[in-house]
């Protein structure tokens, strides 16, 4: 009898696998920072990936999951993020994640402030630290990166004490760099928005949510976008992010990103999205989902109730329509 118990134990099924999240790498970016502050992603796998197409390539195939800069509050949209999104794959976002950034000036032991003449990074983290790099650091050249991590590392192995990297304080400590300055944003208030996508599902509404599209134009001319804009504000929908994006078929030819406050289950938008697709432009669908932050939807649900009662009365005023 103990041996056909332990053999069944053995046949029956375990925990299901971990999902497998993609991320840019290497160790140490501020994705995997970001990444690691999601509770509702711990205890995924983390695959580490060496730039954000190659991420959103791999949720689309083989992983589950991709996670991903999409707007900084400084530097704004992360361009190819947004038009890997939009135009080459078919992915919807999960979730949203914020994180604060704080940058660092990391090199190797040996180095200091006045000796470096060359800076690596990922060009965002580079932008957001300009007044601090005219500053202290005029006659520094400045080279790219796929990733702070990745600038970080490469420093490392370099060893050239002229050199240094802008990152994260936690990929200095992996890669045994010392912090020459600390925390050299020229913004205090700087956060990263990131985003989980995956090939399909979209999270049921919680109240506080946002929806993200693509709109295309079917024709250019004199007040098309308002059109479309008019269908969000008839309904009282919040946008929280409106912007054009060449579509990368001839020059002048733009669409528009939108996120707004809402869901596509919420009659309001669903409704606003089935007038637009019909009567204004080709819809790209990016996802509803949780929100993050702590911004209200109280509009939101107060216009949400009038759509109801003003489709409650049309309904009333239809009813003595002669059969």
């Known amino acids: 009898m103990p041996v056909v118990a332990a053999d069944a134990a053995s046949r029956s099924p375990g925990p299901p696998p971990a999902l497998r999240v993609g991320y840019l790498g290497p160790a140490g970016t501020f994705t995997e920072q970001a990444l690691r502050s999601e509770p509702a992603l711990a205890g995924c796998d983390f695959v580490a990936l060496p730039s954000i197409p190659e991420v ?5 195939g083989d992983l589950d999951l991709g996670f991903a800069a999409i707007e900084n509050s400084i530097e704004g949209s992360v361009n190819i993020t947004l038009d890997t999104l939009a135009f080459d794959a078919d992915l919807l976002i999960q979730r949203e994640t914020i994180l604060s950034v704080r940058l660092n000036l990391l090199a190797p032991v040996g180095s200091d402030l006045e000796g470096i003449e060359r800076i690596v990074s990922f060009p965002h983290a580079v932008a ?48 045994n760099l010392n912090v020459l300055a600390t ?75 939108i996120d707004l406050a809402g869901h596509v289950a919420d009659e309001l938008v669903a409704d606003c999205l089935l007038n637009i697709q019909a009567k204004q432009a080709d819809v790209k669908f990016l996802g509803s989902y ?17 759509w109801r009662r003003a489709a409650a009365w049309i309904d009333t005023v239809r009813a003595h329509l002669a059969s």
């Not at 993200?212 to 969000?232: A, C, K, M, Y």
């Not at 949780?290 to 009038?306: C, I, N, Q, Y």
């Open 128 to 175: 957001q630290c300009r007044s601090f790099l005219r500053r202290r650091l005029p006659q520094a050249r400045i080279d790219a990166a796929n990733s702070t991590a990745e600038a970080v590392r490469a420093t490392a192995a370099g060893g050239d004490p002229r050199t240094a990297a802008i990152g994260t304080e936690l990929a200095g400590a992996l890669y």
């Open 183 to 257: 925390d050299i944003g020229d913004h205090r208030g700087n956060q990263t928005r990131f985003v989980t996508v995956a090939a399909r599902g979209i999270p049921s509404p919680t109240g506080h949510d946002k929806t993200s599209l693509v709109t295309f134009q079917r024709s250019d001319r004199p007040g098309s976008l308002l059109n479309i804009l008019q269908e969000f504000a008839a309904r009282s929908i919040n946008l929280t992010k409106l912007e054009s994006r060449p579509t990368k078929r001839s020059l002048g030819d733009y669409c528009f990103i």
């Open 56 to 60: 959103l390539e791999a949720a689309a």
């Open 290 to 306: 949780p929100a993050g932050g702590e911004r209200a939807d109280g509009a939101r649900r107060e216009a949400d109730d009038a």
